[in-house]
């Protein structure tokens, strides 16, 4: 069964920097391609980031050159650095994984709150 576990989220100042973690088990992960979104109360689930099984990444307008999609394989894990927060970037931030035959599997989520 594939379980993907989040963490790293907490209360921050703007300006300040947070390094989410998602550790992933169940799966081959070194195959599955791994992204992070967000979603804000009263918002939508957006794309933050996402990360290929080869290592190409991409980002949304938003957080380019603020955050950092990383994955280490050996460990079975995906990173988000998430540097110059801002008030904006609050939300609770979710892990998801998506398999070679499009199957998705997404994590619990970890809050981040970034005061003003």
């Known amino acids: 069964q594939v379980q993907l576990v989040e963490s790293g989220g907490g209360l921050v100042q703007a300006g300040g920097s947070l390094r989410l973690s998602c550790v992933v088990s169940?799966?081959?992960?070194?195959?599955?391609?791994m992204g992070w979104y967000r979603q804000a109360p009263g918002k939508q689930r957006e794309l933050v980031a996402t990360?290929?099984?080869?290592?190409?990444?991409n980002y949304d307008d938003f957080v380019k050159g603020r955050f950092t999609i990383s994955r280490d394989n050996a460990k079975n894990t995906v990173y988000l650095q998430m540097n110059s927060l801002k008030p904006e970037d609050t939300a609770i931030y979710y892990c998801?994984?998506?398999?070679?035959?499009?199957?998705?599997?997404w994590g619990q989520g970890t809050q981040v709150s970034v005061s003003s």
């Open positions: 998801k994984l998506r398999n070679a035959i499009g199957g998705e599997y």
């Open positions: 169940g799966s081959i992960f070194r195959r599955m391609d």
């Open positions: 990360v290929t099984s080869g290592g190409s990444t």
